[in-house]
């Protein structure tokens, strides 16, 4: 309730009895040790690999496969394709298994089975008792050898996608994302979009050529933990995958993106009484050597959450964001640096330029010893989150496989971070680190901006209309 | 920091809403209650040299009073700026100026309040009043302005992220409030300091900003997101006495909380008896127990608050409420339901996973697969924590229709599956499917560290003992088909339902 006096004490809170305690910056922690357990790494004779951690706790098993390709392979005219095919991998049948008798048995037991196309991989996901583990290795391997692709399925993952893209513009902060992506990348494939011009053209041969690209078991890495034995995890993988011959054969070379849009900023009116923001431009792929200088220069820049000084400024100082920070993405055909933000429209603009300013502030004059040691520590501590189950373990393992690292590539970086100095942190920031040459995303009513758009520069309207 | 949010975006730290049966539970719970009525749960698991510490506060949103709506999230955000030691250069300094920021914002405050007087009475003087005001609003700024050079901005999310902190966060629902962090293992007595000290000595610096972050974070979640709007909407309509009818705060409260009004709602829920802590992951039960003492014993005892005695009153007929926004159509069905201890939640529960669980509950199968009517179906709980509600919330469906599909359509295809859940008993294949999801989930609830601790700091302040989950499990796995039946019969009539439904506006329309 409002109280109505002025108040001449300061609020109350009922204090604890007791002594004071240390002060909290003043404790001090031994580095932390772990030696987490080497996951076993096989190979069967038809080229899968097999990364594999027992762990008795639970009478469960998860197990992962990963399969070179994904998303950046849609042909031109089909953008869409390949999710639709992963769908389809999971939803239209298998072996003997309509669709719906596929569901069932794996509903009927509390077992998961999804398929999922990302950018540079196909990724199928089991996660099942113990005691189910034949009737899912069974399920999975139907799906990827004897895949049925009903054709009534894939009308309706076709026509659901296309309501989806119908969709694209009821949320904004989806509308910033895509929109600053097309911008961003123009013609490569990273800037693709399902229309429904593109999935009008999807036919299920279609599925079935593309689909053949890619699951083959000389492209898939398994990633397996969970109550099981070696012994009894190799069986399995003879019993289930042991006849499925290799097949695969070499994808083609994608290029690299290359920055070709032209700066400025690029609206999408929405009836909304916010301003989604999303600004940046290409900056590095994921084997660059500077992307550990920069993971912790872009910590203390805007990465690092509320140690970070554009959340620390933006938000917690002037108050004018939720949601406010930069992210280095990281992707292996050249990966953006951006920065997001969510205000009220009538803030829009001194919520863009502080960003602006923070940004051209931390590339003139880089940031501090003491931001570089914080954002350092919490990596460097933070780094046991990444192996702190088994399941976790198998999985980064695989993926550094799949992507192209050294099994030993987590490792490396932390001894890479731990290495880093300020002057490459900085000389990263000045590098990299740009305002001029950027794409600046903003959804929302311009109407209600305090100050107009070309404030920052040539103003493009994007259009919003649904192909 | 957030609130949770319920509705077609769901919480996603915890899917399962089941429990142990005890000779089932696979991890040996260790508990302890202090002197002052704090009680720890604590499970040794030393996978990992990690651990997941949460502290559930029975002190959720629906308890707050009315005129200071968002105090409870408020309150959440607060948390987090630090205490009398830690996000501060000079406590005592400080303080002075807060006293001084809290009296400008009531003479401010009271200043708005009689504008509209002024206008009435006085409108020569009008000019004169809004140059005062305007007046006020600069001196606070300058005191928040003179205040920060004291605050050692963010320092309480420094001090956990540099010791290398994951999961860091909190979240503010109708019936708690949860503060959880992972930690490496042997940083285990920095999460008992940093949290007994924020629990004993709050400080609620650079109060004013963080109350527009909040209002950022409305205009974010609810006002800009359809779906969210919608179910702001629905929750609305079907509530007419009881505080779940508010989904999120009200913007014209929040701008106006002060810090009495937060130091009110923690003197009354944040007390020990009140707070319950669960920590699993490579600990010593005999450490915790030590530093649960040397930090926590020493909060004192305070008077146990009231429970909420309001009661939602009885349904009279069917409801109805439209949102026009610039988004496609939707639709939400609501049916009042029970709390967490009522004999029908069980069948409730179960009722959930039939009609919205996996691609072979009826409600997808029939309206996604074979009618193909709509994008997508679901169904949930409301409020919707994972163990159970302490207030009777309601049971909603949530639906997309596809392209060219009436709303219409959509909502007699969804009472055609409810009509025959209470016409057809539930045969036994497929209520052993759900019996054997329930098991599954449960196996698969304590799998990580962090779902675990949630679920358990959770049941201490749902059901006062955390054995409730074999309780639950139990309960849930003896429901019949006859239950389903009885409950479906009895819920889920035309009287005792709301639904919601999202028309389309094009740019520019008036909203």
């Not at chain 1, 000084?309 to 280095?328: D, E, H, P």
């Not at chain 2, 209650?33 to 949460?54: D, H, I, Q, W, Y």
């Not at chain 2, 008077?303 to 496609?328: K, L, S």
Request: glycine share 6%; proline share 4%.
């Amino acid at each position: 309730m409002k109280t109505l006096q002025i108040f001449l004490a300061v609020i109350m809170i009922i204090p604890a009895l007791g002594l004071a305690q240390v002060n909290p910056r003043d404790m001090k922690f031994p580095a932390i040790e772990f030696n987490p357990a080497e996951p076993e790494r096989f190979v069967t004779d038809n080229g899968m690999v097999i990364y594999f951690l027992e762990d008795h706790q639970l009478p469960v098993v998860t197990l992962d496969a990963y399969f070179k390709g994904g998303t950046i392979y849609d042909p031109a005219d089909k953008t869409g394709l390949t999710g639709i095919m992963a769908a389809l991998l999971r939803s239209g049948g298998a072996g003997k298994r309509t669709p719906d008798q596929v569901d069932q048995d794996l509903d009927f037991v509390g077992a998961r089975i999804s398929s999922q196309a990302a950018d540079h991989a196909l990724i199928l996901e089991l996660n099942i008792l113990k005691k189910d583990i034949d009737l899912g290795l069974t399920l999975l391997a139907d799906m990827l050898l004897k895949p049925k692709f009903d054709s009534a399925r894939l009308a309706l993952e076709l026509s659901n996608a296309m309501d989806n893209v119908r969709r694209q513009n009821d949320d904004p902060h989806g509308i910033s994302r895509r929109v600053f992506y097309q911008t961003v990348y123009g013609s490569h494939p990273y800037g693709q979009f399902a229309t429904l011009e593109s999935l009008g053209k999807i036919a299920r041969t279609d599925i079935m050529a593309q689909s053949g690209r890619f699951y083959h078991p000389d492209n898939c890495i398994l990633a397996v933990a969970g109550d099981l034995t070696y012994k009894e995890l190799q069986d399995l993988i003879k019993k289930y995958f042991g006849v499925w011959p290799r097949g695969m054969k070499p994808l083609e070379t994608i290029a690299k993106a290359q920055a070709g849009f032209k700066p400025g900023v690029y609206y999408a009116e929405k009836d909304i009484n916010q301003a989604n923001l999303r600004l940046g431009h290409l900056c590095m792929t994921d084997d660059n050597p500077d992307r550990h200088a920069m993971e912790v220069m872009n910590y203390a820049l805007g990465g690092g959450g509320f140690s970070s000084r554009i959340t620390g400024q933006v938000r917690t100082s002037a108050g004018l964001a939720y949601s406010v920070g930069t992210y280095n993405y990281l992707r292996p055909l050249m990966g953006p640096l951006f920065g997001y933000c969510q205000t009220k429209a009538e803030s829009m603009s001194q919520a863009l330029q502080m960003i602006l300013d923070i940004i051209e502030e931390v590339k003139q004059k880089g940031i501090t010893a003491e931001e570089m040691d914080l954002a350092k520590d919490a990596l460097i501590n933070g780094y046991v989150f990444n192996y702190d189950t088994p399941a976790k373990l198998v999985n980064a393992k695989a993926m550094l496989e799949l992507r192209g690292f050294p099994s030993d590539q987590l490792e490396k970086d932390l001894i890479t971070l731990q290495a880093l100095t300020l002057e490459k942190c900085n000389e990263v920031a000045k590098f990299y680190l740009d305002t001029k040459n950027i794409a600046i995303v903003v959804v929302g009513d311009e109407k209600l901006f305090d100050k107009p758009l070309a404030t920052f520069g040539p103003v493009t309207k994007v259009s919003m209309e649904i192909k | 920091m957030k609130k949770i949010i319920t509705g077609l975006v769901l919480f996603l730290l915890v899917a399962a809403i089941t429990a142990p049966a005890q000779d089932e539970f696979r991890f040996q719970v260790n508990e302890f209650t202090l002197k002052n009525g704090m009680t720890f749960l604590v499970v040794e698991r030393p996978t990992a040299p990690v651990f997941s510490g949460v502290i559930c506060a029975g002190a959720g949103s629906a308890l707050e009073k009315q005129g200071a709506i968002g105090t409870a999230h408020l309150l959440e955000h607060m948390m987090f700026k630090g205490s009398r030691m830690v996000g501060t250069s000079d406590y005592e300094s400080e303080k002075d100026f807060w006293i001084k920021e809290d009296s400008v914002w009531a003479r401010l405050e009271r200043a708005v309040r009689e504008e509209r007087y002024v206008r009435l009475n006085h409108p020569e003087k009008l000019a004169e009043h809004l140059a005062y005001i305007e007046s006020l609003r600069t001196l606070l700024d300058s005191l928040a302005q003179a205040s920060s050079q004291y605050v050692i901005q963010n320092e309480f999310d420094l001090l956990y992220s540099r010791q290398g902190a994951a999961d860091f966060n909190a979240s503010t629902a109708y019936d708690f409030t949860h503060y959880y962090v992972s930690l490496p293992s042997n940083r285990l007595e920095l999460w008992f300091n940093m949290e007994s000290d924020r629990l004993k000595y709050p400080a609620f610096r650079e109060f004013f900003t963080e109350r527009a972050v909040v209002s950022e974070e409305r205009r974010l979640s609810v006002e800009n997101e359809s779906d969210a709007k919608l179910f702001e909407q629905l929750i609305g309509t079907a509530f007419i006495a009881h505080p779940y009818q508010l989904f999120w705060e009200w913007q014209s409260e929040v701008n106006n909380l002060t810090r009495q009004d937060l130091a009110d709602f923690f003197n009354a829920y944040y007390t020990p008896q009140n707070l319950t802590a669960a920590i699993v992951g490579d600990v010593k039960t005999a450490e915790v127990q030590k530093l649960a003492e040397k930090y926590f014993a020493d909060i004192p005892v305070r008077p146990d608050p009231d429970p909420i005695y309001t009661e939602e009153i009885p349904q009279t007929g069917e409801r109805r409420v439209e949102v026009h926004f610039e988004a496609n159509p939707a639709l939400i069905i609501a049916y009042h339901k029970t709390s967490f201890d009522s004999p029908d939640e069980p069948a409730f529960r179960v009722i959930e996973r039939l009609l919205g669980e996996g691609r072979t509950s009826r409600l997808y199968k029939s309206l996604v697969i074979d009618k193909q009517i709509c994008l997508s179906v679901s169904v949930d709980v409301f409020p919707g924590n994972s163990l159970g509600d302490k207030y009777p919330g309601v049971f909603n469906i949530y639906a997309y229709p596809k392209e060219g599909i009436s709303s219409h359509e959509v909502e007699q295809a969804i009472y055609e599956e409810l009509n025959k859940l209470i016409q057809t008993p539930v045969d036994t294949k497929e209520l052993t499917k759900i019996k054997n999801n329930i098991d599954a989930d449960f196996i698969w609830y304590s799998y990580n560290n962090m779902g675990l601790a949630y679920n358990l700091a959770t049941t201490v302040n749902l059901a006062k003992d955390w054995r409730y989950l074999s309780t639950m499990r139990k309960n849930l796995l003896a429901v019949t088909p006859a239950d389903i039946q009885r409950v479906a019969a009895q819920y889920f009539t035309e009287t005792n339902r709301t639904v919601a439904t999202l028309v389309p506006t094009e740019k520019g329309e008036a909203r």
